[in-house]
């Protein structure tokens, strides 16, 4: 098993540009989960998703969109890059979302920067 | 008030020492309850879960007082290796049966030879 992996590992934006971050787990994991981690602060929720087909708003998620197509992907996209979302990203996938004491699984995270 | 909250710390503490992280949280709904560990610069990964009776791993220890609605990590005889970010999480009950895991801000522990 792979896990959770993410792409790109850095990225570097203009101001305006768009991108899309890529997060897949083959875990078969319902629960799936983007966080951003501002330099020396905990991480933020941004989205998440209980299935395919099924997203929410978590803490934080203007700038941000989410689609969950399939069991196995989650991407995340920014349409119009800011400098506040220079950040770490970071993908987490969970079999039951945190009921029964299921844990986060994590990717390797996404450096982005938007100059 | 925040839904997780942790004392960001840094704790500094000596080879040997015995420290210990509170984290409370906002929703008396709340099931699911973790700690986790963070170095610098890479994915936190759990250390472990909480359990309602409380557990222990090794030096680790994490206990869960519901009616104050707060997790605690102890760590006894602590290494140089231990000094990472502490994150404890949190699922927040959210209409039906979906919740989200909500994170502190995280504890940074620093020990010294």
């Known amino acids: 098993n792979a896990g959770v992996t993410q792409t790109p590992k850095f990225r570097i934006l203009k101001i305006g540009q768009s991108m899309t971050l890529q997060c897949a787990q083959d875990?078969?994991?319902?629960?799936m989960y983007w966080y951003r981690q501002d330099p020396g602060m905990g991480l933020k929720l941004i989205y998440y998703s209980v299935g395919a087909g099924i997203t929410d708003k978590g803490e934080v998620p203007n700038g941000y969109n989410v689609s969950r197509s399939t069991t196995e992907d989650f991407p995340l996209r920014l349409e119009l890059a800011a400098p506040s979302q220079t950040s770490v990203y970071f993908c987490?996938?969970?079999?039951?979302?945190?009921?029964?004491?299921?844990?986060?699984?994590f990717g390797n995270g996404t450096r982005l920067t938007v100059t | 008030r925040k839904e997780v909250e942790q004392d960001p710390g840094p704790f500094n503490v000596p080879e040997g020492a015995t420290v210990a992280f509170n984290c409370t949280y906002s929703n008396s709904a709340s099931q699911s309850f973790f700690w986790y560990r963070q170095d610098c610069r890479k994915e936190p990964k759990l250390l472990m879960s909480?359990?309602?009776s409380g557990n222990e791993d090794g030096r680790f220890t994490a206990q869960l007082n519901r009616a104050s609605q707060y997790i605690s990590l102890l760590i006894r005889d602590s290494k140089l290796s231990d000094s990472a970010t502490y994150l404890c999480?949190?699922?927040?009950?959210?209409?039906?049966?979906?919740?989200?895991?909500?994170f502190g801000t995280g504890t940074l522990l620093a020990v010294q030879p």
């Open positions: 999480v949190v699922n927040m009950i959210q209409g039906g049966a979906t919740n989200k895991l909500i």
């Open positions: 875990m078969n994991h319902n629960y």
């Open positions: 987490a996938s969970s079999y039951q979302g945190g009921w029964d004491n299921s844990p986060l699984h």
């Open positions: 909480v359990y309602s």
